[in-house]
Nanobody, 121 residues
Framework: QVQLVESGGGLVQAGGSLRLSCAAS????????MGWFRQAPGKEREFVAA?????EYADSVKGRFTISRDNAKNTVSLQMNSLKPEDTAVYYCAVGNSYRIGILPRAYDYWGQGTLVTVSS
């Protein structure tokens, strides 16, 4: 059974940093894209970043967030710097259905339960 477990969310002041981690189990994901999405209250789930043979970022987080993965440990991380109140959301990690990076939720087959990030002004 595939399982993704996120950790690292919390409350931080604007300008601060957080590091999210996602541990995947149940199969090997090294051949698949892995990504982070977020969903703020009342809004749709949106793409944040993804990593495969390359990386891709949403324009809103470029230069502030960095995605990385450790295939040996089946983990993916998201380093978030210079956080803004508009980054407040539940953050989800996901495993793609291929090595290709997708920016839409339908490109991902497995999802974690989410971790809440709150950025205060």
């Amino acid at each position: 059974q595939v399982q993704l477990v996120e950790s690292g969310g919390g409350l931080v002041q604007a300008g601060g940093s957080l590091r999210l981690s996602c541990a995947a189990s149940g199969r090997t994901f090294s051949s698949y894209a892995m990504g982070w999405f977020r969903q703020a209250p009342g809004k749709e789930r949106e793409f944040v970043a993804a990593i495969s043979r390359s990386t891709e970022y949403a324009d809103s987080v470029k230069g502030r967030f960095t995605i990385s993965r450790d295939n040996a440990k089946n983990t993916v991380s998201l380093q978030m710097n210079s956080l803004k109140p508009e980054d407040t959301a539940v953050y989800y990690c996901a495993v793609g259905n291929s090595y290709r990076i997708g920016i839409l939720p339908r490109a991902y087959d497995y999802w974690g339960q989410g971790t809440l990030v709150t950025v205060s002004s």
